[in-house]
């Protein structure tokens, strides 16, 4: 049965007054993640000791150089979560006779790695 004018009109009504509310809970689930890390932040992350994270930003570091990465991989001392989290799971491929078996780096589908383990971390934390 089709609504009448003054039955979409009150409907329409109630869309406004609820639509400021859905925005803010739409807002506070998709926080922003910060594309760049400190070396404590993937020690805390990852579970890593600082030279393990020092290691990977070195070995980063060369990837950048045979082009894996973009130059802006590692600025200063933060590091790109997603390569980060990309060298991290290829690391030891990449340093062996497996590299031609390493699917080239995709930095939306790393940051996707990024956001399910921020994810799984701030869920642990409440």
């Known amino acids: 049965m089709p609504m009448t004018k003054a039955q979409a009109i009150a409907e329409l009504e109630h ?3 609820i639509l400021p509310l859905i925005a803010e809970a739409v807002k506070e689930e ?6 760049y890390g400190k070396t404590s932040y993937f020690r805390d992350m990852y579970g890593q000791s600082m030279g393990t994270v ?11 150089r045979s082009g894996r990465y973009p130059e802006s991989a590692l600025i200063e001392r933060f590091i790109d ?3 980060y989290a990309d060298y991290n799971r290829f690391f030891k ?5 497996g590299r031609k078996y390493v699917p080239a780096y995709d930095p939306l589908e790393a940051m996707v790695l990024v956001r399910k383990m921020e994810g799984e971390a701030s869920e642990q934390s409440v």
Do not use: C, D, F
């Not at 998709?30 to 594309?35: D, F, S």
């Open 30 to 35: 998709k926080k922003p993640i910060n594309q």
């Open 81 to 83: 979560k997603a390569v």
């Open 15 to 17: 869309i406004y007054e």
């Open 93 to 97: 491929y990449l340093e062996g006779a």
């Open 54 to 64: 020092n290691n990977r930003k070195e070995g980063i570091r060369r990837e950048i």
